[in-house]
């Protein structure tokens, strides 16, 4: 089944600094890469996402760039503030039972995200 | 419109009870899945739905039961809880089969002891 690595596990930037978070993943019929975020006792979030049709995606201060030769995705945020500071989970959707690509999403281990003011 | 609620929000058990997590969603979503977060882990799925009458098994399905007799609800099941299954609980639902992003719930902290 599909594996997602996530790196680094904990990352720490300057107020202002970017900040970078990578996967990879193992199964090359995922076409769907979503990032969420989690805020401390909330649920995750979605922030952003790619189809594999798309090598890259903005919004704002965020962005996704997608690698599917490499088998790896990467999430940029900049001009970091304090409130991003929170989780940040990859995923990626494998081909499922019922035939297609599914919602049946499989996520990193997540990056802790410090953003020091 | 409250999107996916699930309750209860905290629950201890003792080992080899049983109990029932909700999960109800208002936003007509066919796909509906429960995933577990541990520390270091991430979020594994457990099971998951595409709509009602139909679920399938998740990464950790064993010690969970689902269920799917409407299109808004989706209890998990633990039917004997063990330590092992300690942990916090996301229900997410998503608008149907496809590629399509999830909404999640805010969870439930499960403790067993």
């Known amino acids: 089944g599909e594996n997602v690595e996530q790196h680094p596990s904990t990352l720490s930037v300057q107020e202002g600094d970017s900040a970078v978070i990578k996967c990879t993943y193992s199964d090359s019929a995922s076409n769907y890469f979503p990032w969420y975020k989690q805020e401390l006792g909330k649920g995750p979030q979605l922030i952003i996402d790619?189809?594999?049709?798309?090598g890259e995606k903005k919004d704002q201060r965020i962005a996704v760039t997608l690698n599917k030769t490499a088998k790896h995705f990467s999430l940029h945020i900049t001009e970091t503030q304090p409130e991003d500071s929170a989780v940040y989970f990859c995923a990626a959707t494998p081909e499922g039972n019922y035939g297609g690509a599914t919602n049946k999403l499989i996520f990193g281990t997540g990056t802790l995200l410090a953003v020091q003011p | 419109n409250a999107g996916v609620t699930q309750t209860p929000k905290f629950q201890v058990l003792k080992t080899g009870q049983s109990m029932t997590l909700q999960c109800a969603q208002d936003m007509n979503h066919e796909y509906m899945s429960w995933y577990r977060q541990d520390p270091g882990m991430g979020l594994r799925l457990i099971h998951y739905s595409v709509g009602a009458g139909i679920t399938d098994q998740g990464e950790v399905p064993n010690g969970y039961n689902v269920s799917r007799s409407t299109t808004e609800d989706f209890p998990l099941r633990l039917l004997s809880a063990a330590p092992s299954q300690t942990s916090v609980y996301f229900c997410a639902s998503s608008r149907r089969q496809g590629i399509y992003g999830y909404t999640f719930g805010s969870g439930t902290r499960l403790t067993v002891v």
């Open positions: 790619i189809r594999s049709n798309v």
